[in-house]
């Protein structure tokens, strides 16, 4: 039976990437850094799952939109999850009362960094009172359904817009 090129790591879900610093010698895996990289072996064919997200997820991990850091924001907020140690630092410029922009860097899982890049999105042309409205689970379910054991990675969003509200209100 043939298989899937691919190292030997068996936890997708457990890869940090930090968008601050990416280089060879924070990745022990491989570099460079790639969804390959940290799916196991699994044969063609085969009805077993290669991972256990879907692909809005991984397509959010794999070229997340808005990362990186927003030099003229109007406001900047880090929050951390205390229990798995995933860290978002969001950042937005507010112009006549609306979201004009906004950028984010994630150290944590594959879940966190998709989360967050769809976070951007959401967060873009809305009013403060707007962001009240966003939820865990509405992020959850824009990215097509969160495995229970992710769903943290929504709320750490919803903590940073939580914190970003204070800071721009």
């Given amino acids: ?30 570099w460079p850094v790639t969804i390959e990289n940290y799916c196991p072996p699994v044969p063609l064919g085969s009805a077993h799952k290669t991972s256990v997200f879907n692909d809005v997820i991984l397509d959010h991990f794999r070229a997340p939109h808005n990362g990186g850091d927003l030099p003229d924001a109007t406001a900047s907020v880090e929050v951390t999850n205390p229990v798995c140690g ?64 992710t769903f943290h990675a929504a709320q750490l969003c919803t903590d940073a817009v939580a914190a970003l509200l204070k800071k721009i209100t």
Avoid: W
């Avoid at 043939?2 to 990745?27: A, F, G, M, T, V």
């Avoid at 984010?104 to 959401?122: E, N, P, W």
């Fill in 86 to 149: 995933d860290v978002l630092r969001l950042a937005v410029r507010v112009e006549t009362g609306r979201i004009t922009a906004a950028r984010f860097k994630t150290q944590g899982c594959v879940a966190a960094i998709a989360c967050s890049s769809l976070l951007t999105d959401l967060l873009i042309g809305k009013s403060a009172p707007e962001l009240y409205a966003i939820t865990p689970q509405q992020i959850s379910t824009a990215l097509g359904d969160l495995p229970p054991a």
């Fill in 1 to 30: 039976m043939k298989e899937k090129k691919r190292n030997n790591c068996k936890r997708l879900d457990c890869l940090s990437i930090n968008y601050s610093i990416l280089s060879p010698q924070h990745y022990t895996h491989a």
